[in-house]
């Protein structure tokens, strides 16, 4: 197809089965309301705050810039990559990237920033780092997305909004 | 006086409300009850205090100029201009007219966004850096007219701030690259070089430097870093204005465990009380310790943390000038800027 594209030939893995919505909001019992927990990171549900659209909004999903498979899909992303802290409004996404000089790196850490950023509360911090070990220029690349003037800067270059708005869209219609 | 030993607080007097995206700056008129603030929403506001009723109100807003993130503003010594770095690669100078603000000038020449701008003490020479990694000199000729006199390369990334000496025509900036580099003319001819950098080597901070602030002396320096902490600088001034050559900047102490997000930003208040502004949503005050340890040398204590100052990050804060009352000025990515006094319990 396109030459030149980074990975020509992803490992594409089996996704696992998603929580049925409706039954994650009738456990009321088990799980605060308010509370965000590493599932709900995960699947960027808020059934306080969505309805059927949260479906479509899934970290998971985020589509990977190169190819038409999810993050989820690539176990660029996992349930593990999520660390939650409530109560100190604290999150943190360890995604690996499908190759070690992965330069889409940059811009799969900025998918998941600007998902994230969109859909958490705004007392929220988060970070966002490669897995250790999973990248030549790991530092580097963590620095600049842990760079919020960084980011602000490259979220007013429209060509990279609509890249990052591709990868966030969703697969269906 | 010392403070350590009073119950000090810091009170909200005023919440200004209208930007429409984060601020990244707040800086005080020299001379007038004003404040300016910048913004993500490409706007300059300048809120202005009532004599009669002591309260904030935005006077006007300072827009359809710069097309992307106003980063930074800084008055000029007269109180008279105020200049205004932006996203869009260029910095404004505008003209306070009374009723309203004029944008008298436009100084381009950075390859990207422009992250700070300062004004020498004399008002003669402006600087800009930017993420081009330079730092660039301007000349203040007559007539609204602005030179570029020096391109300085040096930095290996993105400068994050830059800021004039209160008193001698020396100029500090700080990076990205977790340096921070001292510029100086040594024949006063307008070739400024890099004479000094403050690294990990010299007990510099290990990540981004995104702020520098002088006491009103400036022989010390207070700088702020992603790496958590706050590092106080001195320098023997008085021998660079015997005309003895460079006195070299060393590190004092370091200020570390009191915020627990990135530092954005620091200022040494005139009477000698340290303001810090962090990713935690806190403001933090200190102050130089009492106990002067003769071998250590001096030490800084917090004075006072104020959580949730605002209700996102902290970009900037600003100790006002005015000798009355020490009120502070800060940021936020809430979209407020906020006035603090600095007032004793009872």
């Known amino acids: ?173 | 006086m010392d403070l350590m030993e009073k119950n000090m607080e810091l009170i909200e007097v005023q919440k200004l409300e209208g930007h429409t995206d984060r601020v990244w700056n707040a800086a005080w008129n020299p001379v007038s009850p004003i404040l300016a603030s910048c913004s993500g929403d490409n706007t300059v506001r300048i809120w202005e205090q009532s004599s009669l009723s002591r309260s904030w109100s935005c006077k006007t807003v300072l827009e359809e100029t710069h097309t992307r993130t106003v980063r930074s503003c800084s008055w000029s010594p007269s109180g008279k201009l105020l200049a205004t770095a932006s996203f869009d690669g260029t910095t404004a100078i505008w003209e306070d007219l009374g009723d309203e603000f004029e944008c008298i000038s436009t100084l381009e020449g950075h390859e990207n966004e422009v992250k700070s701008v300062s004004w020498n003490a004399s008002g003669s020479y402006l600087a800009t850096c930017s993420r081009d990694k330079s730092v660039w000199i301007w000349e203040v000729l007559g007539g609204n007219e602005y030179d570029c006199a020096s391109v300085l390369n040096g930095h290996t990334q993105d400068v994050k701030m830059v800021l004039w000496h209160p008193t001698m025509d020396v100029l500090f900036s700080c990076s990205y690259d977790n340096t921070i580099k001292v510029w100086w003319s040594e024949d006063d001819d307008g070739d400024y070089q890099c004479v000094q950098t403050l690294d990990e080597s010299t007990n510099g901070h290990s990540s981004t430097v995104w702020a520098i602030s002088f006491n009103a002396a400036g022989d010390k320096m207070v700088t702020c870093s992603d790496d958590l902490t706050l590092k106080i600088w001195r320098a023997d001034i008085s021998m660079m204005h015997s005309g003895e050559g460079y006195a070299p900047w060393t590190h004092v102490c370091t200020l570390s465990g009191y915020h627990d997000r990135t530092i954005f930003s620091t200022h040494w208040s005139s009477d000698d009380i340290i303001a810090s502004g962090a990713g935690d949503d806190a403001i933090g005050l200190f102050v130089e310790s009492k106990q002067h340890d003769s071998v250590n040398g001096p030490s800084f204590n917090l004075l006072l943390k104020k959580e949730k100052a605002h209700e996102m990050d902290i970009n900037s804060v600003q100790w006002s000038p005015s000798k009355e009352n020490m009120l502070l000025a800060s940021a936020s990515d809430d979209g407020m800027v906020k006035i603090w006094q600095l007032e004793t319990i009872p």
């Open chain 1, 1 to 173: 197809m396109v030459s030149g594209l980074i990975n020509e030939n992803p490992i594409v893995y089996e996704i696992k089965e998603r929580r049925d919505v409706r039954a994650y909001s009738s456990n009321t019992d088990e799980l605060s309301v308010d509370a965000i927990d590493q599932l709900e990171v995960f699947d960027i549900l808020f059934v306080r705050l969505s309805n059927s659209k949260a479906l479509s909004h899934h970290i998971r999903d985020i589509k990977d810039p190169e190819h038409p498979y999810s993050l989820e899909q690539l176990k660029v992303l996992t349930e593990d990559s999520v660390e939650v802290d409530d109560t100190k409004s604290h999150v943190r996404v360890t995604f690996t990237p499908t190759v070690e000089h992965c330069s889409m790196a940059t811009i799969i850490g900025l998918c998941v920033r600007v998902k994230l950023m969109r859909s958490l509360p705004s007392r929220y911090k988060i970070d966002i780092r490669v897995a250790p070990g999973t990248h030549a220029t790991e530092a580097a690349v963590n620095k600049q997305l842990n760079d919020k003037e960084r980011v602000a800067a490259a979220l007013e270059n429209p060509n990279l909004v609509e890249m990052v708005d591709e990868c966030l869209s969703p697969s269906f219609e």
